[in-house]
């Protein structure tokens, strides 16, 4: 059974930090693209950060500079570090497991951020 565990949400001042984490079991981690979406309440949901299973990290224009994705192919965890945040930033947080070409593609329950100003 594939199971995605985030933890870390909160509540946070505009300018502070958040770590959000995921822990995955089940998988097979070292093999997938890991990955965090986020959704605000009446927009779509949209992609954040995704690191490969080498380490290689891609983030959306609006978190760069801000957020670091990392990953622990040992501990099967991968990090959002989240700095300077913006009331924007305010979302659920999804982690997601995926292995490109295969019907590995696997979604957390998600993790509430609230930045207020």
């Known amino acids: 059974q594939v199971q995605l565990v985030e933890s870390g949400g909160g509540l946070v001042q505009a300018g502070g930090s958040l770590r959000l984490s995921c822990a995955a079991s089940?998988?097979?981690?070292?093999?997938?693209?890991m990955a965090w979406f986020r959704q605000a309440p009446g927009k779509q949901r949209e992609l954040v950060a995704t690191?490969?299973?080498?380490?290689?990290?891609n983030y959306a224009d609006s978190v760069k500079g801000r957020f670091t994705i990392s990953r622990d192919n040992v501990k099967n965890t991968v990090l959002l570090q989240m700095n300077n945040l913006k009331p924007e930033d305010t979302a659920g947080y999804y982690c997601?497991?995926?292995?490109?070409?295969?019907?590995?593609?696997?979604w957390g329950q998600g993790t509430q951020v609230t930045v207020s100003s």
């Open positions: 997601r497991a995926y292995r490109p070409r295969t019907a590995g593609n696997y």
């Open positions: 089940g998988i097979t981690f070292s093999l997938y693209v």
């Open positions: 690191i490969t299973s080498a380490g290689s990290t």
